[in-house]
């Protein structure tokens, strides 16, 4: 257990680490841009950095469960993701003909 407990928060770091630097840039990109698809890339992966913070806290500081943890911060990075779909498909334009 205390292996894979280890995994998950070495994971979660990475993770975490990952969509913060991505959402920095896409949040730099949209402030140049005001690309509405920008804005929602750098919300989508402010969830999943936030998903994965909570859920590693919760299992290096031990509250809860580890089912717990690990679903809190999967539910977070879901609906990053769900976001992150959202705004590439609301970014396209809209007439394909020219």
């Known amino acids: ?43 989508g992966l402010s969830l999943v950095a936030i998903g994965t913070l909570i859920g590693g806290l919760l299992i290096a500081l031990g509250i809860g469960t580890f089912v717990h943890a690990a ?9 990053g993701f769900v976001v992150v779909t959202y705004g590439m498909y609301a970014g396209r334009p809209s007439s394909q003909s020219t």
């Not at 257990?1 to 969509?19: D, K, N, P, Q």
């Not at 679903?71 to 609906?79: E, G, H, L, N, W």
């Open 1 to 43: 257990m205390y292996g894979s407990t280890s995994l998950l928060v070495a994971a979660e770091t990475i993770i975490f680490v990952c969509s913060g630097v991505l959402a920095s840039l896409s949040y730099r990109a949209y402030r140049r841009r005001r690309s509405r698809s920008l804005g929602a890339l750098c919300g």
């Open 71 to 79: 679903s809190t911060s999967a539910a977070f990075v879901a609906v």
